[in-house]
Structure formats: structure tokens, C-alpha cells
């Protein structure tokens, strides 16, 4: 019994911590796409044929 519940902590630790390794991995994706799509928007000229309607 004490075998099985130690199993089910670090399955459940393991989980856990794949769950935050992917939302770090995924936070600095999008931080790195923000900052690509800023800079990207900043290099084009302002003016009206750059606005868009939505």
C-alpha cells in the first residue's frame, strides 16, 4: 500500500511538472512572437494604406 501511494506522488509530481515545463515553453514562444510582430509593425511606414479595418 505505501508502495502504491508513493508511485501515485511522483506520478503525480512528474505530471505536474511536465504541465509547467510546457507553459514555460509556451510562455516564451509567445514572448518571442509579441516581440518579433512589435518590431515587424514597427518597421512599416505609418499612414493610411497601412491601416486596416477590421
Known amino acids: 500500500m505505501n508502495t502504491r501511494f508513493a508511485a501515485s ?3 503525480t509530481l512528474l505530471y505536474a511538472q511536465g ?5 514555460a515553453l509556451a510562455t516564451v514562444l ?3 512572437r509579441a516581440h518579433v ?13 497601412v491601416l486596416v479595418v477590421r
Do not use: Q, R
Open 37 to 49: 510582430e512589435i518590431t515587424a509593425s514597427a518597421d512599416l511606414p505609418s499612414g493610411p494604406s
Open 9 to 11: 506522488v511522483l506520478s
Open 19 to 23: 504541465l509547467l515545463g510546457f507553459a
Open 30 to 32: 509567445l514572448k518571442e
